[in-house]
């Protein structure tokens, strides 16, 4: 899959893990996650998808946590929690959401097979042990998936973990955590627009 990775993720990364700060940093990103995917919907579906999203998402902070209390690298972490959303886009048919085309989900879903089953996670159930609240439901729209349009998805990157830095370039696997990283740049926590307003997180 392919994701972005600078400064403000490994910021993310440390105020997720930190008490109480971890609590307000979680609040936060997920607002963030919600507009940018929920502007990727049609107009006439954002309204409806929002309570479920904000729900879906709070969880998936905490499976991202526990990734990385098992080791998993920051972007190996982060792209999990993408993996458990695009199975959730793909359930109800919100394709325009995705961000990998429907035909690679069993591909991102074996990479990670050993810690989804650990949490009892798979497409058809994204959050698995997660699931620590109801998450409220929100129309489908399963005429969709005939289709083969993914407006936003990016296909090709299914066999590793791809992150963009900084400069632009690709780097499989992801980057090393800096020594030195400040909080107050986490996305949500700061300003944020320069790094989301082409809707990549």
Request: aromatic fraction near 20%; hydrophobic fraction near 35%; charged fraction near 30%.
């Given at each position: 899959m392919k994701l972005r990775q600078n400064i403000r993720h490994f910021a993310a990364k440390k105020a997720l893990t930190m008490p109480v700060i971890g609590k307000i940093a979680t609040e936060k990103l997920v607002n963030l996650h919600v507009?940018?995917?929920a502007q990727k919907a049609d107009a006439d579906h954002r309204e409806e998808r929002k309570l479920h999203l904000?729900?879906?998402?709070?969880?998936?902070?905490?499976?991202?946590v526990t990734a990385l209390h098992e080791g998993f690298t920051e972007a190996e972490a982060?792209?999990?929690?993408?993996?458990q959303a695009n199975f959730d886009f793909f359930n109800h048919g919100w394709t325009e959401m995705m961000e990998f085309p429907k035909n690679e989900i069993e591909q991102h879903y074996t990479r990670y097979e050993?810690?989804?089953?650990?949490?009892?996670?798979?497409?058809a159930d994204p959050l698995g042990n997660f699931r620590t609240q109801d998450i409220p439901?929100?129309?489908?729209?399963p005429q969709r998936l005939k289709g083969t349009t993914h407006p936003h998805a990016s296909g090709g990157f299914a066999?590793?973990?791809?992150?963009?830095?900084e400069d632009g370039s690709l780097v499989v696997g992801g980057q090393p955590t800096p020594s030195d990283v400040d909080i107050s740049v986490a996305p949500g926590?700061?300003?944020?627009e320069s790094d989301t307003e082409d809707g990549k997180i």
């Open positions: 507009n940018i995917f904000e729900s879906f998402f709070e969880c998936t902070f905490s499976t991202y982060r792209e999990i929690t993408h993996i050993m810690f989804f089953d650990r949490y009892e996670i798979d497409i439901q929100a129309p489908s729209t066999d590793d973990v791809y992150v963009e830095d926590l700061e300003d944020v």
